[in-house]
């Protein structure tokens, strides 16, 4: 292990990347556990798969930093920065009108099209 990981530099960057990328196959064991068939374990585990996926490519960049230079590199990163945001917006967004109805909404509908928004913002946003 290079001294340079452990620059106070990385460290705010290591310890949450680390810290997810180690519980989070823990969670999705969890998850296939009990069924995330249901809205609200698929709305989590959406979630917790970008958050994976953005810490991987923060470890990634911190334990090889030459790997930033490449554009599969900023590609991946940009996406799954913007996507873990805009998907735990998308949460917020997906409780508050199940809340806010009088009447049952059709969450599983509401849910794949949030998240199809949700990708399809992510992937302009990493176009451009």
């Known amino acids: 292990m290079s001294s340079d990981i452990l620059a106070p530099s990385n460290i705010p960057c290591l310890i949450p990347s680390l810290l997810t990328v180690i519980t989070c196959p823990w969670l999705f064991f969890r998850f296939a556990q009990n069924?995330?068939?249901r809205v609200g374990f698929s709305m989590i585990f959406v979630l917790t798969l970008s958050d994976f996926l953005y810490s991987a490519t923060v470890l990634a960049t911190i334990f090889h930093?030459?790997?930033?230079?490449?554009?599969?590199?900023?590609l991946s990163f940009y996406f799954c920065s913007n996507f873990s945001i805009y998907?735990?917006?998308?949460?917020?967004?997906l409780v508050y009108k199940t809340l806010k109805s009088k009447d049952s909404p059709?969450?599983?509908?509401?849910?794949?099209?949030?998240?199809?928004i949700a990708l399809t913002i992510s992937i302009v946003s990493v176009i451009l």
């Open 87 to 93: 998907w735990a917006s998308a949460i917020a967004f």
């Open 65 to 74: 930093p030459y790997v930033d230079m490449s554009r599969y590199y900023h």
């Open 106 to 116: 059709n969450i599983k509908n509401l849910f794949i099209k949030t998240l199809l």
């Open 35 to 37: 069924g995330w068939r």
